[in-house]
């Protein structure tokens, strides 16, 4: 009878230092990265309806008054372009499957890029947009790198990224129900109670519901950062599991250091580091963009795709969607004067990774299944934001004076290591996240336990 008293009551010590441990990760990994995953919440929200914005802003360029049987050559719009803005370098033609929209032509001026939209039946230059004045990039480089810029700004929105994972984990572990038979409280929230049981309900009962839809949103963003996406890359090249060599027409894969996304715009993430092969010997008279152009119709790639033009004598023209029905996607390399077809990459020739990841990118941006795609990322995004302000008010209300409010960390020491190696197992797979689990363990150990602010602090 005692010793099965003695297993029961190790049992519970177990359990409730496991919880505690858990409850440590979740409440520091919420106080440190709220203010990111807000920011990240946000602007997400505004870029799914980047189509709907931008076509209600930029009517004016983006909308022809009048449509007519036939259009212009594109040759014949870029002389326009070129009589208006004689100094300006042409970078590539962006042409769209709406036929009220005008032709997007990308250049440099004064080495600033700027975007030039040209009716296409009248060939009448409509006016232009710096790029990076655009409100759409202005939010995508909020969400991607806090408008700031740099590999600081990208590594902590990765990084914020990656607890938001660790953040679900431990807040599924500390919500998960053990003696409660209700379902109040853990599949419903008591709306009818006050104080903090409320918020703790408004917080953790929607963060069950919400939980698998932003870890899925959470891993389809992962390709785009700059050490999970490198290292994602890295993976798919190696098991050829993103693009196949025989998707070179003419002799084996090019040995460039030049990738496709260095040298054309609208690249979809299965090719852009597909090596950019060279054009052969000036034999040729060089191709225009009317006859690449023909060439898109001929290999019946679909709008809206961007031709991107030759960077130098050996440079190739590339041909590029990444189309809002990822299906469609296609990359080409054009050789500049035969007009050799180089490169032809599809979606159907994406290896696994390569097929999985392009669904995931285009359910993360809103284009897989439309507006329903786009409400439910902003369902999400509003959840996601829900969550951290009625977390942020649940605290306040906790959190005792002069003191940060944390859990106790009076744990047995094998369950922190436990509970630690498990982190840091998660931080081999994710190793922005791995390399800040070790240096929050080494603050903790040599810097926070010897000031007596911060253990005040910790409680």
């Given amino acids: ?49 980047k189509p709907q914005i931008e076509s209600y802003i930029y009517k004016d360029l983006y909308f022809v008054e009048e449509t007519k049987e036939t259009q212009l050559s594109v040759n014949a719009q870029i002389d326009n372009v070129r009589e208006d803005f004689p100094e300006a370098s042409i970078t590539g033609v962006t042409f769209f499957e709406d036929k009220e929209r005008s032709t997007k032509v990308s250049t440099i001026q004064d080495g600033e890029a700027i975007s030039v939209f040209i009716d296409p039946y009248s060939g009448k230059v409509m006016g232009g947009l710096h790029v990076e004045k655009e409100l759409m990039t202005i939010f995508k480089k909020l969400h991607s790198e806090l408008i700031v810029g740099g590999t600081v700004a990208n590594r902590l929105i990765e990084l914020a990224a990656c607890w938001a994972i660790i953040l679900l984990i431990t807040g599924i572990y500390i919500w998960w129900p053990r003696n409660r038979a209700s379902i109040w409280g853990t599949m419903l929230p008591r709306l009818r109670s006050k104080g903090r049981v409320f918020w703790r309900d408004i917080h953790a009962v929607p963060a069950f519901w919400l939980s698998l839809g932003l870890l899925i949103l959470i891993l389809t963003g992962l390709p785009w950062s700059g050490v999970m996406g490198e290292k994602i890359n890295r993976l798919a090249t190696a098991t050829n599991t993103g693009y196949p060599a025989f998707s070179f027409s003419f002799g084996p894969k090019p040995e460039s250091v030049t990738v496709s996304k260095d040298v054309a715009e609208n690249v979809p993430w299965a090719t852009e580091n597909v090596p950019v092969p060279t054009s052969t010997e000036n034999q040729f008279v060089a191709l225009t963009l009317s006859d690449v152009e023909g060439i898109a119709k001929y290999k ?5 795709y961007t031709i991107s033009t030759p960077q130098g004598e050996s440079g190739v023209y590339t041909i590029a969607t990444s189309h809002e029905r990822p299906f469609d996607n296609a990359t080409l390399h054009i050789d500049q004067y035969s007009g050799a077809i180089l490169t032809d990459v599809r979606y159907k020739d994406y290896g696994v990774m390569g097929k999985a990841i392009t669904i995931g990118i285009a359910l993360h941006e809103g284009k897989l299944f439309g507006l329903a795609n786009q409400l439910l990322g902003l369902f999400l995004c509003i959840g996601l934001i829900g969550m951290i302000v ?10 005792p004076q002069n003191s940060l409010g944390a859990p106790g960390k009076n744990v047995d020491v094998r369950i922190k290591r436990i509970v630690t190696i498990i982190m840091l197992l998660l931080g081999l797979v994710m190793p922005l996240l791995g390399l800040s689990i070790i240096g929050i363990l080494l603050l903790d150990k040599f810097v926070f336990t010897k000031m007596k602010r911060f253990k005040a602090w910790l409680g």
């Fill in 390 to 399: 009625s977390s942020i008010i649940m605290w306040r209300k906790r959190k």
């Fill in 300 to 304: 019946q790639v679909q709008r809206p």
């Fill in 1 to 49: 009878m005692d010793n099965q008293m003695n297993q029961d009551k190790s049992k519970n010590q177990t359990r409730n230092g496991i919880y505690h441990t858990m409850w440590r990760w979740h409440f520091y990994a919420g106080i440190i990265f709220a203010p990111f995953l807000i920011i990240l919440a946000f602007s997400g929200a505004v870029y799914l309806f």
